[in-house]
């Protein structure tokens, strides 16, 4: 008879067992949609973006005067913690690696071909005079990627992606706002 009960028991509990263990705050959470090809389009040239500017804020910290060097410095973390949470909102969606950020147009080859050859120069520069190049890049590049954002805000599909571009909007802005108050220090102009 205790053989029976003690069965019976235990069958009862295993329901409840087992929905106390869906309520579990260790068990990893599910893997949200995959990403349409557009959005992934979307995350690759951020993560793009973002290792271009932290390579540039190294460079600056380099290069610079110790006011760039002071902006580079934020620079650098924004963009690292931006692409830290862009790696995980990748993965979270099924994406193991971010692709490569491959331009449709020939106008968008040819834009990444002449930022490349303007950081291969910038890299040549010390001083006042790489900071001269870095600001003016620093504030006609945010302001692309924020008009760039913009767009695919207006593009993009998961209300992830959308969530992360508008927090990163207003970081870029700061970036650029800053860049250009740099620009109009004294130190910035000789």
């Known amino acids: 008879m ?12 295993l329901p409840s067992l087992a929905i106390a263990d869906d309520t579990n705050p260790a068990k990893p959470a599910e893997k949200a949609a995959k990403l349409s090809a557009g959005d992934v389009k979307i995350v690759a040239h ?10 540039l ?16 410095e934020t620079l650098v973390a924004d963009h ?3 692409d830290k949470d862009l ?8 994406l193991a690696t971010i692709p490569a950020d491959k331009p449709d147009t020939d106008a968008g080859k040819q834009e990444q071909k002449d930022m490349a050859k303007a950081v291969a120069h910038l890299k040549t520069l010390k001083g006042a005079e790489f900071d001269k190049g870095f600001l003016s890049m620093m504030v006609s590049d945010h302001e692309k990627e924020i008009a ?9 599909t998961d209300a992830d992606l959308q969530t992360f571009l508008k ?23 000789r």
Do not use: F
């Not at 951020?46 to 390579?55: A, F, G, R, S, W």
């Open 57 to 72: 804020g190294k460079a600056a910290q380099k290069s610079g005067t110790a006011a760039v060097k002071s902006y580079s």
């Open 148 to 156: 760039k954002i913009d767009l695919a805000l207006a593009a993009t």
């Open 167 to 189: 927090s990163v909007r207003p970081v870029l802005q700061r970036h650029a706002d800053q860049a250009r108050d740099l620009q109009k220090a004294p130190q910035a102009t």
């Open 80 to 82: 690292q913690s931006a």
């Open 46 to 55: 951020l993560h793009h973006v973002n290792q271009m500017e932290i390579d």
């Open 2 to 13: 205790k053989l029976r009960t003690l069965a019976i028991i235990t069958a009862l509990a």
């Open 87 to 94: 790696t995980s909102l990748a993965k979270q969606h099924s």
